[in-house]
């Protein structure tokens, strides 16, 4: 089985019945997802005021974009852009993370 990103209804759906007191090996029952899966995202993606679908997007968005697997194709997308807009990008997105390796 290939990797599927979360979707923000799911993200909705965990945070609901998460809240209802479900377990998380019942929740991955119920979505068809893994309960590995739902134990990741609510460690990854939650605050200090607890899981946010909002946040956990943004959150998980924010890792993806800095991944080191992601910005290792950077150069060739770069010598693809014929206007240079991957290049501005890739400056401002720098200033984020400067480590070549994921936190």
Same mark, same amino acid.
């Given at each position: 089985m290939g990797y599927q990103k979360l979707t923000q209804t799911q993200r909705y759906q965990i945070h609901a019945?998460?809240?209802?007191?479900? +377990?998380?090996?019942?929740?991955g029952r119920e979505l068809g997802i893994h309960s590995s899966t739902i134990s990741r995202e609510l460690r990854r993606n939650a605050t200090a005021s607890g899981y946010d679908?909002?946040?956990?997007?943004?959150?998980?968005?924010?890792?993806?974009?800095?991944?080191?697997? !992601? =910005?290792?194709?950077?150069? #060739?997308?770069?010598?693809?852009s014929p206007n240079g807009?991957?290049? =501005?990008?890739?400056?401002?997105? #720098?200033?984020?993370? +400067?480590?070549? !390796?994921?936190?």
């Open positions: 019945r998460y809240d209802l007191g479900i +377990s998380q090996r019942q929740i679908p909002e946040q956990a997007l943004s959150l998980s968005d924010h890792r993806r974009r800095t991944s080191w697997k !992601w =910005t290792r194709h950077l150069p #060739s997308m770069i010598a693809a807009s991957v290049r =501005t990008r890739v400056r401002s997105r #720098s200033a984020v993370s +400067s480590r070549p !390796w994921p936190a």
